[in-house]
């Protein structure tokens, strides 16, 4: 019976383990892989490196790893490769990407971790649903160039074809000639930024005046090369024999670990006399000033791009800045403008606008004016009794409160002729501002 239990346990226990690995046994698989096909290499060398991101069932679209960028070197994409490999039994699907990494600077490089999007069905299905699948980055070890290898003509590459042209006869030449001399390399495996210029000797008798540059890569689904042509016009300014002296091109093999070099050999020229010495001058400008137009126009093309002569970030921080500002003045502005609408509203009904009105009239000899504006302003002091004679007699002088009774007495008669003195006026008016009456006066106000 014991045995009987036991048996029965154990079937039960192993029936729930099935039950509960289920559906982890049907769940989809997706995961990636990042390998390397050298782990060292030196400056310029291509380290070859694939992605890989395989699934459990299939794709149901292209696999894009979108614009891949390695800091301190040149990233050159090839090509996805369909791909296949059996894990515990069960053959998988997967997707190759093919990149190939120049390092550009002695610093040791890192392969970034990526976020590739995925579209592949569950277990069953059929539909393909959206993944993001991330790899692991990868450092590559970057090492210097060896000793006694100048750096400013280190290439890195398999092969190196090395030509040249001229435009002329070189066994033909007088003083006051421009020959053209074009040197092309083209160099298998590497990119264009990375096969250096050509170093062009100094010769006596002779003014060179380069060309720009041309550079181009080439690529193909399982390969990259580059060439660069460069072009020199020479300028024979003395008669007789000059060498152009042989120009060496040397190249770091990374397969046979040898330093290949290429060779062109010297050139001899014999520069005949010419009579017509003049023109040697206006060859020479004409040169000169192709010259400074082509390196202008290069100044210009390796020129960042600008708006009125700031960087785009820099030109929109600005233009932010002057919107915030012209939206700060317009708002000061609005406040201003209401500011003053209202001051004026105050103002015109104060009684210093109608004492500085009196006074006007007064100054004019405008009676009418001088009558009317008197008893207004009058009016705005907010007198016990509101006549120029109480005003005289509270805050003005004997002689003003004379002169009042005078004025009203006429007005009375009506006789508008009468001149009030301005001072005594003024004089009465700062009394009463200083009486501290004015803390009274409500339609209006009284500024000293």
Known sequence: MRSLGKTVFLTWVLGVLLVISFPSAQAQKLWSEVSLNKQSVYLGEPVEVTVSVYTSTWFTAGVDPGNVKVKDAYTVFFRNVSTSKTVAGKTVSGVQMIFNVFPNSAENITFPELEIEVETPKEGGYEGIAHVVKTKPRQIKVRPIPPGFEAEQWLV?????????????????????VLTRTISRNAANTVSQLLPPVIWNSVAGISEYPYRSNVESHRSKTAISAKRTETMRYLFEKEGEVVLPEMEFTWWNPYHKKLYKRTLKEVKIDVQPNPDLGM????????????????????????????????????????????????????MLKWALNYRKNYLLKYHSSELYYFKKLKKAIRRSNNKEQVKNLYIWIDRLRLKEPTLTYFAEVYGTESFYNQAQLFESRIAEGDLTYKLDVKELSKGRKKFVESGRNTIITNGWINP
């Open 280 to 331: 040697l001058a206006s060859v020479r400008d004409s040169l000169q000033a192709q010259i400074a137009k082509t390196e202008a126009a290069e100044e210009q093309a390796e020129a960042p791009f600008t708006i009125l002569g700031m960087s785009v970030k820099k030109f929109v921080t600005v233009l932010a800045s002057i919107i915030l500002l012209f939206v700060a003045f317009m708002l």
């Open 157 to 177: 590459t398999t092969s190196l074809s090395v030509s040249q042209q001229w435009d002329a006869d070189i066994r033909n030449v007088k003083v006051g000639d």
